[in-house]
């Protein structure tokens, strides 16, 4: 076949020299129709194809996916102005589709490139294609681009992190000489003070009218090993109301480990300790209330013995009067005495050891503490017809305050037993239960008093609430939840069904 002039003109250019055709680009030379020229070997081993093979073809028909007229629009614009023109891959993508080897890890299909379109022979229309791998450059870029959002992202959430923090978040900030740097307005709203007043202020002197001198020496012993330290302290606002906050200690450092201050978090427990101590004071008046009671109890207690007392010195007196006193009848009166008199002792010690201070651990059989629970209400029981029936292993020990279950136990008994006493049923029975189930102990007190409406159970553990017709405070079982739950360390709960009201202590073997 007879060349065309273009053929005959590039055949006589020394391609390799002039273009190098071992570059790392592609080299294209086509003329303003898209006839293939030149095709060098960089183009060969990303497009699998041989240049013998693409030589004198359009290029458009061997790559489909070329936008044909905006190729030739650039390159008759390149040869017009005699400079080259681009395709740019962070726009066009690519020119020729070449797919990546996906060994590496790509965000993309196909090869990105930069195209420069370079005037090569006005006359002829002929251009050279140099195309750039820009793979990589856009896959950093893209990442880049990705890193960006998220910082930008990081960014917005830190900025609205430390707004919530600014406007949510009781704190100070100290710097190492204990100068004021920073207060959040969430504290600044609750101490009702202005920022300018506490700004460059000395921390300690802001401190000290409102704290001990031992709990500021302990702050600065752990601010000088830089360790953390928890401390609650009573303080006073602006307007001189009083609050309570949770304080804790920590160190600041910058981001170079340099040590810059300290932070101190805060926390508003007023309302948890006015809660602690209203308990208090409710538990003081349900201890006296428990006296009380248990005074009546004692006076009740005492009548028998005391009549047999009176008994067996009226039989002594009358004996003498009737000149019929004998040896026999003095021993078996004085024997009589002293027995009574001992029981009366034991009740003493009963009511002493009941309403001692002493509030330290101590392991016993949970028997003991059953049979001290029940020991002034058995003669009630007896008088009034009522069976109770105790179930458990005699040697189940627990470690807990004695005197906090004893005092639960027979407020819950005493309870069953009023329950009992206004109903007319031929069997009145209570029923303590005892067993071990894991490292907790359950008890459970059952009587036959009836059921109890579910209104009523939703109330019954609330302050001065009472089901009883006359004389009930409303703060047996209320004091008994608070013994249980804040005491005991464990949880009290109450079901009743089919004439049956059971209440469930379940206490751990040890309180840590």
């Known amino acids: 076949m007879a060349q065309t002039k273009i053929e005959q003109y590039i055949s006589c250019i020394d391609i390799d020299k002039k273009l190098i055709s071992n570059i790392n680009n592609g080299i294209l030379i086509l003329d303003d129709k898209l006839t293939i020229y030149y095709f060098n070997k960089w183009l060969e081993l990303h497009t699998k194809l041989k240049e013998q093979d693409v030589l004198y073809k359009q290029l458009d028909t061997i790559f489909t996916t070329i936008k044909t007229k905006t190729l030739i ?51 002829k229309k002929i251009v050279a294609l140099i195309i750039t791998d820009q793979t990589n450059i856009s896959n950093t870029n893209s990442l880049l681009k990705a890193n960006i959002n998220k910082v ?53 002197e802001y401190l000290r009218p409102f704290t001990k001198e031992k709990l500021l020496q302990d702050i600065k012993k752990y601010m000088k090993s830089k360790t953390v330290f928890k401390f609650e302290q009573k303080f006073f606002t602006k307007r001189k109301q009083e609050i309570w906050l949770k304080n804790t200690l920590l160190p600041e450092y910058d981001n170079f480990g340099n040590h ?74 004085y024997e009589q005495i002293l027995t009574t008199i001992s029981s009366l002792s034991d009740t003493i010690d009963f009511f002493r050891d009941f309403f001692n201070p002493c509030k330290s651990l101590s392991e016993t059989y949970l028997n003991e503490l059953t049979n001290k629970s029940v ?19 005699q040697n189940l020990k627990i470690v807990t305050y004695k005197n906090e279950l004893v005092q639960t136990l027979m407020s819950i008994l005493k309870n069953s037993l009023d329950a009992l006493l206004e109903i007319k049923i031929k069997n009145k029975n209570i029923i303590l239960k ?10 459970m007190i059952i009587d036959n008093a009836g059921s109890i409406n579910k209104e009523t159970l939703n109330q019954i553990f609330e302050p001065y ?6 004389n009930g405070s409303g703060l047996g079982l209320y004091m008994c939840k608070i013994i249980v739950k804040d005491y005991l360390n464990g949880h009290i709960s109450l079901s009743s069904h089919k004439n049956e009201t059971k209440v469930l202590i379940k206490l751990p073997l040890t309180i840590h």
């Open 375 to 393: 020991y002034l209400l058995k003669n009630d029981f007896k008088k009034y017809n009522i069976n109770y029936i105790e179930e458990m292993d």
């Open 434 to 443: 005892a067993f071990k189930k894991n490292n907790y102990i359950n008890i």
């Open 73 to 123: 629009r650039k390159i008759k614009t390149a040869l017009n102005i005699g400079s080259p023109t681009f395709y740019i891959a962070d726009i066009s993508k690519y020119l020729i589709p070449i797919k990546i080897n996906q060994i590496k890890a790509s965000n993309y299909t196909y090869m990105q490139q930069d195209v420069s379109i370079i005037p090569f022979d006005k006359t």
């Open 260 to 333: 810059i201050g300290f932070i101190f978090f805060k926390e508003n427990i007023t309302a948890s300790k006015k809660l602690q101590l209203h308990q208090k004071k409710l538990l003081v008046h349900s201890r006296l209330v428990a006296k009380r009671e248990m005074i009546s109890m004692i006076a009740h207690q005492w009548r028998q013995p005391l009549s047999v007392i009176t008994a067996n010195i009226s039989n002594l007196i009358i004996s003498k009067e009737l000149d019929t006193l004998t040896n026999e009848t003095i021993d078996k009166s």
């Open 465 to 470: 609430f009472s089901t009883k017709s006359k």
């Open 152 to 204: 930008n992202i990081l960014n917005n959430e830190l900025v609205k992190e430390r707004d919530t923090i600014n406007k949510k978040v009781l704190l100070i900030k100290i710097d190492t000489n204990n100068i004021i740097q920073n207060v959040s307005q969430a504290y600044l709203e609750l101490i009702k003070y202005d920022k300018n007043e506490l700004l460059q202020h000395d921390y300690f």
